[in-house]
């Protein structure tokens, strides 16, 4: 589904993010991208959703090659992407029911699918009882599961989440990771970066552990005590 082929990043200021990174992830797998600060991550998620392109190799996803995107097509591949943030980047002038409904609506998807699809993910999300509720008017982890819910409402294939606990509590947490397991178990590919070990713990998934721009570990092919090292964070 998505592939990296020996695929390194310079940043504008020389800053050499990754080297050679190859990485290959199949439909419906639920991966974790470990790894202390600076060591890559979210410049592979922004390589994914095509914020960026690699300085030397590929990147494929669903056989294309996302290097031959032009400017235009951007947005529409990455329609077929959901994607959360930590910060949740929501509307804050608009309810959680419109904040869910404006990627479709700005599609032109006709009113009654909108509807059957909003009700859908508040359900999942849990949040149908506060559909008229504002962001403000929400505790930290309900505006991520807000955010969640407007990320798979155009039914992407792939989930990408950078830090989405980041700034949450225990419960919160706990929260946003069932609803993602949930996502996953319905047959989305997941990938996700953390910094919470007890998450990657407790979850037990593939992980992908980053160092200096490089895959040190990828436990779908090997297993060490790496991936528990204390010092990742």
């Known amino acids: 589904m998505l592939e990296f082929k020996n695929v390194s990043y310079i940043y504008p200021k020389g800053y050499r993010a990754l080297t050679n990174i190859n990485l290959f992830i199949d439909k419906g797998e639920f991966v974790f991208l470990v790894g202390p600060v600076g060591a890559g991550k979210t410049t592979i998620l922004k390589l994914i959703y095509r914020e960026i392109t690699p300085t030397v190799g590929k990147i494929f996803f669903e056989n294309q090659d996302l290097s031959l995107l032009s400017h235009h097509q951007v947005p529409y591949y990455r329609r077929r992407l959901g994607i959360v943030f930590q910060d949740f980047k929501l509307l804050n002038y608009k309810t959680v029911w419109h904040?869910?409904?404006?990627?479709?609506?700005?599609?032109?998807?006709?009113?009654k699918e909108i509807v059957k699809r909003v009700f859908k993910v508040l359900k999942l999300v849990g949040l149908v009882d506060k559909r008229n509720f504002y962001p403000d008017e929400l505790s930290g982890g309900e505006q991520q599961q807000v955010a969640i819910a407007r990320a798979?409402?155009?039914?992407?294939s792939l989930f990408i989440a950078d830090e989405p606990t980041g700034n949450l509590d225990d419960q919160s947490t706990n929260k946003i990771m069932e609803i993602i397991n949930e996502i996953n178990k319905m047959g989305t590919t997941v990938i996700m970066s953390t910094h919470n070990m007890d998450i990657v713990t407790k979850f037990n998934k593939r992980v992908v552990y980053i160092r200096n721009g490089m895959i040190i570990e990828d436990t779908k092919y090997e297993k060490t005590s790496v991936l528990y090292d204390t010092n990742i964070v």
């Open 152 to 156: 798979i409402v155009n039914n992407p």
């Open 99 to 111: 904040n869910v409904s404006y990627p479709l609506e700005v599609t032109l998807v006709p009113m």
